[in-house]
């Protein structure tokens, strides 16, 4: 009986396994030494890749030469993080990327399970909002710069209106 038991709640666990992996919005891998052993759909969306392509790739080759050193030395680390890398599309292109990697038990094997989720777009738009900001104060610094010398005339108009009426009475 209790064999039983722990077969149905095995075989829950794992529907719950697979209908968060096929739900989920960003890509989700499983990795055992970057071989990859099981994913979401997201991923193959994210990527540009089918399954048979991912499963034949490994997973550190899907990231920037620059961006494969920083993954791994999370990997060796052992422990869960969150780090920016660059992605590699299948057509070439570069995605910014979030990405979160745990240790887990995945099918009796020591694996990690990997989340990653495109933040190219909103790199792109805080990059945008920052230049609008700096041109904003560019302007702010040239009007106000341009009031102070208003006043600075004015003053000196006066100064020079005081003086023209010194000279008027004689």
Do not use: W
Not at 138 to 147: L, S, T
């Amino acid at each position: 009986m209790d064999k039983e038991k722990a077969y149905k709640a095995l075989s829950e666990s794992e529907e719950r396994y697979r209908i968060i992996l096929d739900m989920s919005f960003d890509g989700i891998f499983v990795h055992e030494h970057f071989k990859i052993l099981d994913l979401s759909e997201s991923m193959i969306k994210l990527t540009g890749y089918s399954h048979a392509e991912l499963f034949a790739t490994l997973a550190i080759d899907l990231f920037t030469p620059k961006s494969q050193e920083l993954v791994r030395n999370y990997v060796n680390s052992g422990s869960a993080g969150i780090y920016e890398v660059e992605l590699i599309k299948k057509d070439g292109s570069i995605r910014q990327v979030e990405s979160f990697g745990a240790p887990c038990n995945f099918q009796g094997r020591d694996a990690r399970i990997v989340g990653i989720r495109d933040i190219t777009d909103q790199k792109e738009a805080l990059k945008e909002i920052k230049k609008r900001v700096k041109e904003l104060e560019d302007f702010y610094d040239i009007a106000i710069g341009r009031e102070l010398r208003m006043i600075e005339l004015k003053d000196t108009i006066k100064e020079l209106e005081k003086e023209l009426e010194k000279y008027e009475h004689l």
